[in-house]
């Protein structure tokens, strides 16, 4: 019973300590509530996931409240620690809500850190208290002024609460980002089906068009990705129409968490600004809108607008797209010109004056652009450089796509020099262009504006400025489909009491799962052996008794009983035993603070289905072992049994050999 009682303590305890390990990952979500987080990211320590994407969850009717957090670690006093940053209103609307919080009246929540109760009773703090923190992923250290703790009776504890940015400081955490963002629903079961779905579900996303401007009939590509997020392979109807009117389809055949790009060429007859919605139906329908402009063609001219008397100038003709036209007729003051295969011709300043540069083509609206000739003798012998002019086109781009600028740069002096061209975004410097310019030249600049976020920015170059905005390739209306496809998916989303979503307990959650079944299963072979040895061991010492028995005439079936009844009573009483020595053993190491799971103290899980398990395989394991070791003493003759067998005691002495001669 005693062999019994260590063999499944020591199971015991070592599989409640393994089970907490495997579920410590979802201690990040502090309960069974939803934690989002990049699905690319290794860990869900390297994750960065949108900080808008809490603002528009939060537009949800289903969603209770989000709570965008950004996850650094610290060590004080020898004790390593997570250090999650948060807004105490938020971490406080998702669950588990704080039983207790207590806060100095120097509170600041943009500046101040509460601690749990738990880190607390480990750092042995008086609060309030100042606690420098070093950044886990860079050289940074950043003091808090740790002013109240908190209790949620959940892994939080063994946490220390500070503000988003001094997490992002200490994790080099970009501003708008954060690691996750933990979801409270009041509908758990919509929001997991909506984000795992057994069937079939189609999504879209990078929706594009390869003209942003074009002119009547004029043909255009409009592409857009398709997803199936569904559990299962399925079809989709992808629609493209304008005002309602459909003017192509595509059948997409997509496998489970397959992604695919429909490319259609569409044409539009009608002058103006047109929406084009390209949409899939279904269960969960979804539509995205670009929109393209439509005109009449027109030429634009580009030359110097001040050129000196005798010299040469050249113009460049495009069409409203910025592509070269050829054949371009090219007038200037009694002189004409064709434009060649790039857009180009030259001309001659041969009067002094302001004369129009006009350009026309058979199809496009004429242009013009007027040209002053100087003498060269009437201006300062300085460098003079002058902006003239700046445009910026398109006025609105999509996220990814460039605007581009071109500046006009004219030398209103008779010598040459360099010129540093700013531009400016937003009143930062966003790059710097060095120009060099001959006396009384002028200069045409062009620059590429990209890599802006959403939203409306202010481009200036001189004196000049132009409006950009930048729109997302999403429709940002509150539809959780786009967010999980904008914001990168997975087609593995369940709550966080076992793989949340995206992902969260992605935290070697592999290596974790091997380290359970490799101890475990040795742990559970060794008391195997331990058990079969001392049972085997008992009975064959008893054989001698076992062929006493059946000398005075008990049945083999009988000394089977016999062995089983003791054998289940000795099985029953030390598994009992063990399983609560076990047990307590388990929970006495947790409490005691030992196990240190990801900076959490290691919470034990108590099944008591593997509870069950390990009495009735311990009772099973000494009663199997006990009648095998029967059934073979039964079998042998009773004369074997009763008799004394080699090495079952001393010899007999021989007393003639003993006496000797004598």
Do not use: M
């Given at each position: 019973m005693v062999v019994v009682a260590m063999a499944v303590l020591v199971f015991t305890a070592t599989a409640s300590v393994l089970t907490g390990l495997r579920a410590a990952p979802a201690a990040f979500a502090g309960g069974d509530g939803f934690v989002i987080s990049e699905s690319a990211a290794p860990t869900i320590f390297s994750s960065q996931v949108d900080m808008d994407m809490a603002s528009l969850l939060d537009s949800m009717p289903d969603i209770t409240g989000t709570s965008p957090e950004v996850f650094a670690f610290s060590s004080f006093s020898g004790v390593s620690f997570v250090v999650r940053g948060v807004d105490l209103a938020m971490f406080n609307s998702t669950g588990p809500s704080f039983r207790h919080l207590t806060l100095a009246s120097s509170f600041d929540q943009r500046m101040s850190a509460?601690?749990?109760?738990?880190?607390?009773?480990?750092?042995?703090?008086?609060?309030?208290?100042t606690v420098p923190l070093v950044g886990s992923y860079s050289s940074r250290v950043e003091f808090v002024e740790v002013v109240g703790s908190f209790e949620t009776g959940t892994a939080f504890d063994d946490e220390l609460l500070v503000p988003l940015d001094t997490a992002r400081y200490l994790s080099g955490m970009p501003a708008?980002?954060?690691?996750?963002?933990?979801?409270?629903?009041?509908?758990?079961e919509w929001l997991a089906d909506l984000l795992s779905p057994r069937s079939a579900r189609f999504a879209l996303f990078d929706l594009s068009t390869s003209k942003a401007m074009v002119v009547p009939g004029q043909s255009f590509d409009v592409s857009v990705g398709v997803r199936n997020w569904g559990a299962v392979p399925g079809s989709a109807t992808v629609t493209f129409s304008v005002l309602g009117s459909t003017l192509a389809s595509e059948e997409v055949e997509l496998d489970a968490s397959a992604e695919a790009t429909v490319t259609v060429p569409l044409t539009l007859s009608q002058l103006g600004t047109h929406t084009v919605q390209v949409s899939v139906t279904g269960d969960f329908p979804v539509a995205l809108n670009a929109t393209v402009t439509v005109v009449e063609p027109y030429l634009s001219i580009t030359c110097p607008s001040?050129?000196?008397?005798?010299?040469?100038?050249?113009?460049?003709?495009?069409?409203?797209?910025?592509?070269?036209?050829?054949?371009?007729?090219v007038m200037f003051l009694s002189q004409s010109a064709s434009t060649d295969a790039?857009?180009?011709?030259?001309?001659?300043a041969e009067l002094a004056g302001t004369a129009d540069v006009t350009a026309s083509s058979p199809g496009y609206t004429e242009?013009?652009?007027?040209?002053e000739v100087v003498d060269a003798s009437m201006y300062p012998d300085e460098f003079l450089p002058y902006v003239t002019s700046f445009t910026l086109s398109p006025a609105t781009v999509k996220e990814s796509e460039d605007a581009s600028g071109t500046v006009l740069v004219e030398n209103r002096g008779n010598v040459s020099g360099t010129f540093q061209l700013a531009v400016l975004v937003d009143s930062r410097a966003y790059?710097?262009?060095?120009?060099?310019?001959?006396?009384?030249?002028?200069?045409?600049v062009s620059f590429t504006v990209s890599d802006l976020g959403v939203g409306t920015h202010t481009v200036q170059v001189a004196s000049f400025s132009h409006g950009l905005t930048v729109d997302p390739w999403f429709s940002d209306n509150?539809?959780?489909?786009?967010?999980?496809i904008r914001y990168g998916?997975?087609?593995?989303?369940?709550?966080?009491?076992?793989?949340?979503?995206?992902?969260?307990?992605?935290?070697?959650?592999?290596?974790?799962a091997v380290a359970v079944f490799a101890i475990g299963a040795i742990s559970a072979l060794l008391a195997t052996l331990a058990v079969v040895s001392v049972f085997s061991k008992e009975v064959h010492e008893g054989r001698r008794r076992l062929g006493i028995l059946r000398t005075i005439g008990a049945s083999s079936s009988a000394v089977r009983w016999l062995v089983f009844t003791q054998a289940l009573g000795s099985g029953l009483a030390g598994a009992a035993v063990g399983a609560v020595l076990g047990v307590a053993s388990a929970l006495a190491l947790a409490s005691s603070g030992v196990f240190m799971v990801f900076g959490h103290r290691l919470e034990l899980s108590l099944d008591p289905t593997l509870l069950a398990s390990v009495l009735l395989g311990a009772v099973l394991i000494s009663v199997s072992s006990a009648l095998v070791s029967a059934e073979l003493a039964v079998r042998e003759t009773i004369v074997s049994s009763i008799k004394r067998l080699p090495n079952e005691g001393p010899p007999p002495v021989d007393v003639d050999e003993l006496l000797g001669d004598a």
């Open positions: 509460v601690v749990g109760v738990r880190l607390l009773d480990r750092l042995g703090l008086d609060l309030p208290c708008d980002r954060a690691s996750i963002i933990r979801v409270g629903t009041s509908e758990p001040r050129v000196i008397l005798g010299s040469d100038f050249d113009v460049l003709v495009t069409d409203q797209s910025g592509s070269p036209v050829e054949g371009a007729s790039d857009g180009w011709t030259t001309l001659s242009a013009a652009h007027a040209v790059a710097t262009i060095e120009v060099v310019l001959d006396r009384l030249a002028s200069r045409t509150p539809d959780l489909v786009q967010l999980v998916g997975s087609n593995g989303l369940t709550s966080a009491s076992s793989v949340p979503i995206y992902q969260a307990a992605k935290i070697s959650e592999g290596n974790v």
